[in-house]
């Protein structure tokens, strides 16, 4: 089992704001008033926060304390998979599958080795999934979790490895899947190799839905392209996080290709909610007890209720 409260932990940095004293002058050659630099100042980098729906501005450990959900708005930040372990598995515990898996370029495409070389530097992940096996409330479970914030949660051979990897340790283990999805869609450097993931997930999907598997799936923001034209979509419930943005392909396309204007709220959680593309809305507050309650009425002392 893993401990994951002190990984990724990164130094903190330090933003230099200079202060300008306008008590003190002097006269320039040209007779003109010039104002003196006061010292410089270090503050720590990252101490306040922007939210960017509503500009209200926050103290990052008040942020943290609400789980990063904007105390004026409601505004859900994104989180990367880390962050979300620690906040839905019982104790932050965590036993991870296939950690070492990494992207060998099988393409050869120019300069993804260096994209994704700073990607993983950045995170400190080896790709944009995590998965691995935990309790929920008690309950064992085998999740996938992604993170946008590694190369925007493309979906690539490594990633769809990861996913189907994961779903067959819960065909094997007779455990209930859970996928947190957010994605800006396929990778475009593996190209072909990375819409086949799709076809992979969900064959994968479509066999532990014959053994009688429980899969839920927890639309984030945002979740599109690949991801959800395929295992996202396959959930036997889908949750979704208020606002998430949830879809193919975006706004601008869409208006384009039909040449009507859209709804404000088109491809958010709760218009898909509305038309029937998800079956809940839920806060993040409550997404770790929505979940045990989601497990309790299938999952009765290790095995799947009625074969479901």
């Known amino acids: 089992m893993v401990q994951f409260k002190e990984l990724f932990q990164k130094k903190r940095k330090y933003a230099t704001l200079p202060g300008v004293?306008?008590?003190?002058?002097?006269?320039?050659?040209?007779?003109?008033?010039?104002?003196?630099?006061?010292?410089?100042?270090?503050?720590?980098?990252?101490?306040?926060?922007?939210?960017?729906?509503?500009?209200?501005?926050?103290?990052?450990?008040?942020?943290?304390?609400?789980?990063?959900?904007c105390?004026?708005?409601?505004?859900?930040?994104?989180?990367?998979?880390?962050?979300?372990?620690?906040?839905?598995?019982?104790?932050?515990?965590?036993?991870?599958?296939?950690?070492?898996?990494?992207?060998?370029?099988?393409?050869?495409?120019?300069?993804?080795?260096?994209?994704?070389r700073k990607a993983v530097e950045t995170t400190?992940?080896?790709?944009?999934?995590?998965?691995g096996e935990g309790t929920i409330g008690g309950f064992p479970v085998v999740v996938a979790v992604m993170s946008f914030d590694f190369m925007g949660g493309s979906l690539g051979s490594v990633v769809g490895e990861k996913v189907t990897s994961a779903v067959e340790h819960a065909i094997q283990k007779g455990y209930p899947l859970i996928v947190f999805s957010t994605s800006g869609g396929a990778r475009m450097q593996e190209s072909i190799l990375?819409?086949?993931?799709?076809?992979?997930?969900?064959?994968?999907?479509?066999?532990?839905?014959?053994?009688?598997?429980?899969?839920?799936?927890?639309?984030?923001?945002p979740t599109f392209g690949g991801v959800s034209a395929s295992y996202a979509m396959l959930g036997d419930y889908i949750v979704a996080e208020p606002g998430a943005a949830f879809g193919f392909t975006g706004r601008r396309v869409i208006e384009?290709?039909?040449?009507?204007?859209?709804?404000?709220?088109?491809?958010?959680a709760e218009f898909n909610l509305k038309h029937g593309q998800v079956d809940m809305v839920v806060a993040r507050k409550e997404m770790k007890s929505t979940l045990v309650r989601l497990l309790d009425l299938h999952v009765v002392k290790g095995e799947l209720a009625n074969g479901r």
Do not use: W
Request: with cysteine.
């Open 256 to 268: 384009q290709t039909i040449r009507q204007k859209l709804p404000d709220n088109f491809q958010t």
């Open 71 to 116: 105390t004026a708005c409601g505004y859900h930040f994104k989180l990367s998979a880390v962050e979300r372990i620690q906040m839905i598995m019982d104790e932050g515990r965590f036993f991870e599958y296939d950690s070492e898996m990494v992207s060998v370029d099988p393409l050869e495409f120019p300069d993804y080795k260096n994209k994704y």
């Open 194 to 221: 990375s819409l086949m993931q799709m076809a992979k997930t969900s064959a994968a999907i479509a066999q532990f839905n014959e053994k009688g598997g429980l899969f839920i799936s927890v639309i984030t923001d």
């Open 21 to 69: 004293d306008r008590t003190v002058n002097r006269a320039g050659a040209d007779g003109e008033i010039a104002a003196e630099d006061k010292p410089k100042r270090e503050i720590p980098e990252g101490l306040m926060n922007k939210c960017p729906k509503c500009a209200t501005i926050q103290f990052s450990k008040e942020l943290d304390k609400n789980l990063k959900v």
């Open 124 to 131: 400190g992940m080896n790709d944009a999934v995590i998965t």
